[in-house]
């Protein structure tokens, strides 16, 4: 008798990856579909080949996969018992078959699997990893559902959590906008125009208000099917539309739709903000998400300080060892601020040439000067080799609190002029108007 057979790359399965369960009978498909699932979405496997391997795999091991991917016709499940089986140990379940009619389809979407992909051709296998590797991105995706429905009889719901969104659900316009307030990472919103307390487009046009297209996707659906519904949604803003009762498979691909396009966004403006050289944010991004984050600290009246830090000398680099040594410096003493500083809390971007900016959040002027020396002692200590010598960088640091509301750009006026004092003073130092407060009280002493 044929046994579970587990597959793993790198030893034994730690459980540190998410875990996908294959139920097929042909092995060359197994093979290959495992050996995709590992290599390119980097979870582990384990294989059954039959209803009877996999009862038996299950009894043991309930709990630990994430995913089944299944076929629907096996040896001893000739019917597709192994999908009942799989949906009954409540396994999210992607189902694959070579025998597909109207009545089959039925029987399957009844079922609320996550998808369905057909032998019958050669984008099969790519079909089975896509669909897996959708369900790996959704399970860290929120989407929101607005409408008048009870969360248990929606069925945009069921589909969305089918799918393993992260659902969260609102039945009036003035619960949708305190989902926004309490989940600042809903990415998609599902909205119907009988939404009460206002519609679905007076939501959102609110929503347009603070996110973009480019920040979140709207999919907007009626039971009325008029054309002119879906034109005020999509004038409102949404990037969408459905008509209710849904079709399933055209929920699924719109909203996978959405997701990409999402993605794709995302994916660009981040290749958009950062420093190709150093992998900091860019000068550009920095202007742009730097005003955010201070707004943010002074409505909350949180400490916050704006940072320039030079290079000292930097133009010897370039001219005495070459332009790629000069690069070496930049991309050393950027990796160096970026393994010490939180990138989640405050900000990192190179300005330009060897000028570096820092918004540094929940640091008072001391606080910051104080943690600024430790960079700079820090990269001090860093040593750049070049045809066996040793070359060290210093840096110079300027601080300015911020404390009042006033333009970008005078903040980091104020940090400048903070960084040309350090370097007049003698370079490798850090001023701030609490690192000067500080010397002129030492002076005093001395005389």
């Given amino acids: 008798m044929r046994t579970a057979q587990i597959r793993t790359r790198g030893g034994a399965l730690s459980g540190s990856r998410p875990c996908v369960l294959i139920v097929e009978d042909t092995r060359t498909f197994t093979t290959v579909l495992a050996h995709r699932f590992e290599t390119e979405l980097a979870v582990d496997v384990v294989t059954c080949h039959t209803l009877h391997d996999m009862k038996r795999l299950l009894s043991s091991e309930h709990g630990r996969f994430m995913l089944a991917v299944i076929d629907l016709n096996l040896e001893d499940s000739p019917n597709g018992e192994v999908l009942d089986y799989s949906l009954d140990a409540d396994l999210p379940t992607i189902v694959f078959t070579a025998s597909f009619d109207f009545h089959v389809r039925e029987c399957i979407l009844k079922k609320n699997v996550v998808d369905y992909v057909l032998k019958d051709n050669c984008r099969a296998i790519d079909s089975i990893v896509n669909a897996v590797r959708r369900v790996l991105q ?24 089918a799918q393993q969104f992260l659902v969260t659900h609102a039945q009036s316009l003035e619960e949708a906008v305190d989902r926004f307030d309490k989940y600042r990472d809903i990415e ?50 949404a990037s969408d539309f459905l008509y209710h009762p849904f079709v399933q498979e055209e929920f699924q691909c719109r909203v996978a739709q959405s997701i990409d396009t999402l993605a794709r966004f995302k994916k660009l403006q981040a290749i958009a903000s950062r420093d190709f050289l150093t992998d900091t944010y860019n000068r550009r991004y920095f202007f742009e998400r730097g005003p955010v984050l201070v707004q943010h600290c002074l409505a909350r009246q949180e400490p916050c300080c704006a940072v320039v830090l030079d290079i000292d000398h930097f133009k010897k680099f ?9 690069d070496l410096v930049l991309k050393t003493v950027a990796r160096k601020l970026r393994q010490m500083i939180d990138g989640d ?73 903070y960084l040309y004092m350090a370097k007049n003073s003698g370079r490798n130092r850090v001023f701030s108007d609490y690192s000067i407060t500080q010397l002129f009280a030492e002076r005093q002493k001395a005389s």
């Fill in 188 to 237: 998609l919103v599902i909205v119907d125009d009988a939404l009460p307390g206002g519609g679905g487009v007076e939501l959102i046009k609110q929503i347009r208000r603070s996110s973009s297209a480019d920040d979140m996707r709207i999919i907007g659906f009626s039971t009325r099917d008029n054309p002119l519904t879906c034109a005020s949604f999509l004038k409102a803003g």
């Fill in 138 to 161: 959704n399970r860290n995706i929120r989407v929101l559902v607005a409408e008048g429905f009870d969360p248990a009889e929606s069925e945009a719901v069921q589909l969305l959590q």
């Fill in 318 to 326: 370039n001219d005495t060892y070459g332009h790629e040594t000069g």
């Fill in 345 to 417: 809390m405050h900000l990192i971007a190179r300005l330009g040439g060897e000028e570096f900016a820092i918004l540094l959040r929940n640091m008072d002027v001391r606080e910051a000067t104080e943690y600024c020396d430790l960079l700079r002692e820090e990269i001090a200590r860093t040593h750049i080799v070049f045809e066996d010598e040793e070359l060290s960088v210093n840096v110079s640091i300027g601080v300015a609190v911020i404390s009042a509301e006033e333009t970008f750009d005078n903040y980091l006026h104020a940090a400048d002029q």
